[in-house]
């Protein structure tokens, strides 16, 4: 397959994607698979959800081609996510790959199991960043919320912290993620929000979006951003306002007192940020979503099947950006997809 040459793209079209409101879209998430090996209560039932089939998922030729569609649009960042990306064999060639296309920002989501092991060779490739998924502290209770029982439980809970561990030796730019939980992981926010007085990392605590069918969502055990705030406020004293760098970055920062970490907020439910937003995403199927939570998707799996030019999927990558909404019902209808069909 060819590889798309975004000079040629510039000559026919404009090289940038905007959404209404004048927002300049720089940031592809690209959901690399489906499959995952956990299964977080607040994601996925216990049993799994039914596998794409293999045909369906697009092949890393195919999404490297969209990628250089996407580069040559004046995309900058890209984020690899899944189901969980690094379950996916060959990914490090791949993000090598994402490079040489012109992706200078390049950054992954994880739950981190399989991290320690392949850290440096994702560092080698050309990553920058890791967002690590890491719900508790107290193994018992990471155990209880990733869905494996006993001491399967206990064993990710230990390589999920050596993950974290590996990204940080390895000089990553790591953020960690947390779902907040009342009655399951609410005990663990604050020695968690503690690692950012140790380390030089950003813990982000995202409110529980109640997508697909994880098993865990309850409107009794929903904890707002604000209540986290002032949760950690009591525990930290004073949270000054982290300097904004990124301003359509979701998560709000804040610093504590001496602190080398942040601690941050993203509140899809309580406070929207669509505003601000500047990122398209593609499922492992080849869908664009123009947005998480709602339902629309564009089909660019079977034109690129097809032998579509670049032109033609330029042109699709635009007709996503004009359906980015500026707000939202949150999780009105995100058209039945669980968070590790879409990626997070
Ligand atoms: N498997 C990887 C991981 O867990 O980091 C990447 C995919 S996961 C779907 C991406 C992010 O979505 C994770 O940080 C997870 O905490 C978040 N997430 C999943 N389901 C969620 C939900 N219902 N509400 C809020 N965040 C959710
Ligand atoms: Fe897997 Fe990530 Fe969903 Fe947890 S949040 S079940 S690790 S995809």
């Known amino acids: 397959m060819t590889k798309s040459n975004p000079r040629m793209l510039g000559e026919h079209m404009t090289r940038e994607l905007t959404a ?25 039932p216990p049993e799994g959800v ?11 030729e195919e999404m490297a081609r969209l990628a250089a569609v996407a580069a040559g649009l004046g995309m900058t960042k890209l984020r690899l996510t899944g189901g969980e990306p ?24 994880t739950n981190g199991l399989l991290l320690a092991p392949m850290a440096a060779e994702l560092k080698a490739a050309g990553l920058r960043g890791l967002n690590i998924s890491l719900d508790a502290l107290e193994p018992a209770i990471y155990a209880q919320l ?16 050596e993950g974290f561990q590996a990204a940080l030796a390895c000089g990553f730019d790591v953020k960690i993620n947390c779902v907040p ?35 865990l969502w309850n409107a ?7 209540e986290v705030y002032t949760m950690l406020a009591d525990g930290l004293g004073t949270l000054t306002p982290a300097k904004v760098v990124d301003p359509s970055a979701p998560a709000r920062l804040y610093r504590p007192a001496g ?42 799996r079977a034109p690129l099947r097809a032998g579509a030019d670049d032109q033609t999927l330029a042109a699709l990558f635009s007709q996503a950006a004009c359906l ?21």
Request: with cysteine; aromatic share 6%; proline share 6%.
């Open 86 to 109: 690094l379950v996916r064999r060959g990914l490090s060639g791949f993000i090598r790959r994402l490079g040489e296309e012109g992706f200078t920002d390049l950054r992954l989501t």
């Open 181 to 215: 939980i009342r009655g399951v992981n609410d005990g663990q926010l604050l020695p968690l929000a503690r690692l950012a007085l140790e380390y030089p990392i950003d813990v982000r605590f995202i409110e529980h979006m109640p997508i697909g069918d994880g098993r």
């Open 50 to 60: 039914p596998k794409l089939r293999h045909h369906d998922i697009l092949t890393f």
């Open 146 to 161: 990733c869905g494996l029982p006993g001491p399967e439980g206990l064993r990710a809970a230990r390589q999920a912290w």
């Open 20 to 44: 209404s409101g004048g927002r300049r879209l720089t940031y592809l998430r690209m959901s690399v698979t489906d499959l995952c090996n956990l299964r977080c209560g607040y994601c996925m």
């Open 220 to 226: 009794d055990r929903f904890m707002s951003a604000a």
């Open 259 to 300: 602190a080398p970490g942040a601690v941050g907020f993203i509140s899809p439910l309580s406070g929207h940020f669509c505003g601000d937003c500047n990122r398209l995403r593609l499922t492992a199927d080849g869908k664009m979503k123009p947005c998480l939570l709602t339902g629309q998707e564009l089909d660019l």
């Open 324 to 344: 980015k909404p500026l707000s939202h019902l949150a999780a009105d209808d995100h058209g039945g997809r669980q968070m590790n069909r879409i990626g997070g």
